[in-house]
């Protein structure tokens, strides 16, 4: 591992601290990006422009990263679509199900040391951690 | 307009933030859930920075009265661990380490164009979906279970 992925790992990191901050001070709201989008699904008078808006600054920035040319997208290497297929769905139904992901439990959640976030973010780590590393030692199988 | 406007930022921000992080290379993510001899401690040091950032901010913004563009602060409240939220994020894990994307990546990987992503973030809606509904008619049936317990059984 370079040195210096890890030093723009946690100045990319400090600068989504920044971001959820920023969405906390303006509109008082977490930035827990499945909560944000889920909320779109069922939406409520006045609930909705904001996410919206949110969400299409995620999309411009990613549409910013791409015009730079710098090589930041890569889709997984040893995952088939059907893997993804499969991921998409658990990941859409588990953090409705935990009403949070990454983002909300991982980041904003500990943040506040919230009791649900850290027991959320044990256990996804945990079945990410087995469920990657099980792969990881039958590679070369059907996934 | 001025609402809008830092809301947007903070979209912004964030995604250039999962870029320069290296997190919209689904590669890292699964490199940090491989425990392996070539194990990737770069998600450790994205923790560790937006924390680190966001538990500065977090106090000081939480001294004012309200956010500068909303009369109210909405952190959840909530701190019973239940079944729901285990098995939730338990789900959401195996479907991590499964495509190496989580929600923010994913929906930023759009502007890449690339399939994975595509693929990723349509399941994923389709996942939420399915979870609303899989919720009604767990509330439907606790519902009518209440209801039925609640009347004397004149049948028999």
Redesign the interface.
Known sequence: MNPFDLILATLGGALIGLAASGLLFSVGRIAGISGIVGGLLKPTGGDVAWRITFILGLLMGGVALALTGAEVFAAPAERSLWAIAIAGLLVGFGVRMGNGCTSGHGVCGLTRRSRRSLAATAMFMATGALTATIIEFFKGGIL | MK??L??????????????????????NV?GF????EMW????A???????????I??RL?LR?E?????T?????T????DG?????????????????????P???????G????L??????????????E??KLISRKREGYVENTSKPNTAS
């Not at chain 2, 309200?66 to 909303?70: K, L, Q, T, V, Y």
């Open positions: 609402t809008y830092s809301i947007f930022s903070a979209g912004f921000v964030f995604a250039l933030g999962l870029g320069i992080s290296g997190m919209t290379n689904a590669d699964i859930l491989t425990l392996t990737n401690p770069s998600l040091f994205v923790m560790v920075g937006a924390i680190g950032v966001h538990l901010l977090f913004i004012r309200s956010p500068a563009c909303d109210v602060f909405r952190i959840p909530r701190k019973d661990i729901r939220l285990l098995t939730g994020s338990a789900l959401f894990g195996i479907g991590w380490g499964l495509g190496g994307f989580c929600p923010g994913g929906i930023v990987s759009l502007a890449s690339s399939p994975a992503a693929l990723f973030v349509g399941t994923m809606i389709v996942g939420m979906v399915a979870f609303g899989f919720d």
